[in-house]
């Protein structure tokens, strides 16, 4: 595989970044997610905005425009013959001299941008869609600005890693008795025609894939509820679902081993799914 990083494309196995990055020792350092389908990006613009929202809110200098980084996302995809996957981008506050607490001077340590591409034939017509997924519920431990997207993914990680001790697939995070989001997603159920999901905030991640759900939502006469929820109005739901640039509209069958709807995925969030997938493929770039 082909990989970028600062300015040139590579062999990933010739692919360097300084032992003194910020983002290796401080997890100073953020990153996107954007999928392709049929060789083309998934809502690209709403990534590269959110990318310079979380390098602004973080004081971090650019590594180049939105337009450049577009030009990489597609010569990636090209090189690697991309036609169902992902491109991770990740940018970092660079490498200075030594290890320091204080932000090095942008004038003299330039930002890190590292972009990759991930392979996944099936992705549109995961057949894990069809089943759906069982989630449990943890505690939110993560600090207080989740609306930044930084690479500081460990308890995420361990979160996944208690759902699958668990037997489950992914876990839901919980904060004052409210559901904040899921490791690597955002949480939704849906009751009668109603969708609710937690409003926006610095407690959660801006979905790039919930704002167009929510949308889509809306134009086919859904109704939308922006507001806090607990496991049990969960459990107590018709269906379930989490979105994502990697799942697109997944849907939960299982709340912390309470069933939804039989246990199979029910009919909205399985066609919320194909208008996601349908009207995004249309504006894909
Ligand atoms: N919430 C968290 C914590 C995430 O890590 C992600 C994606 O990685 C999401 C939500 C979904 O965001 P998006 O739809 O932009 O992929």
Redesign the pocket.
């Given at each position: 595989r082909t990989v970028y990083v600062n300015g040139d494309y590579l062999p990933e196995t010739e692919a360097k970044v300084s032992i003194f990055d910020r983002a290796f020792l401080m997890a100073d350092g953020v990153y996107?997610?954007t999928s392709v389908l049929g060789g083309k990006l998934i809502?690209f613009e709403?990534?590269a905005k959110?990318l310079q929202r979380s390098l602004d809110e973080l004081d971090m200098p650019s590594p180049c425009t939105m337009d450049e980084l577009l030009e990489i996302h597609r010569e990636l995809v090209k090189i690697n013959e991309i036609d169902e996957g992902m491109v991770y981008l990740q940018v970092t506050r660079g490498a200075p001299d030594d290890r320091d607490f204080v932000f090095p001077d942008p004038e003299l340590v330039k930002p890190t941008l590292v972009l990759f591409t991930q392979n996944k034939p099936g992705l549109a017509d995961n057949p894990v869609a069809k089943k759906g997924i069982k989630v449990i519920s943890i505690e939110d431990v993560r600090w207080g600005r989740?609306d930044i997207?930084t690479v500081q993914?460990l308890y995420?990680s361990m979160g996944k890693m208690m759902a699958k001790k668990a037997g489950a697939d992914d876990a839901w995070m919980v904060e004052d008795g409210f559901v904040t989001?899921?490791?690597?997603?955002?949480a939704y159920f849906i009751k009668g025609n109603k969708i609710v999901t937690r409003a926006l905030s610095n407690d959660?991640?801006?979905?790039?894939?919930?704002?167009a759900v929510l949308r889509f939502a809306k134009e086919s006469q859904m109704e939308v509820e922006e507001r806090n929820f607990t496991i049990e109005e969960a459990q107590q739901a018709d269906e379930a679902f989490i979105?994502?640039?990697?799942t697109f509209v997944m849907p939960v069958v299982e709340i912390d081993g309470v069933s939804l709807g039989g246990g199979v995925p029910g009919p909205r969030a399985a066609r919320l799914r194909e208008i996601y997938l349908e009207e995004s493929r249309k504006v894909a770039v």
């Open positions: 996107e997610v809502d709403g990534h959110r989740r997207k993914l995420p989001e899921g490791t690597s997603n955002n959660i991640l801006h979905g790039i894939t919930r704002a979105t994502s640039a990697s």
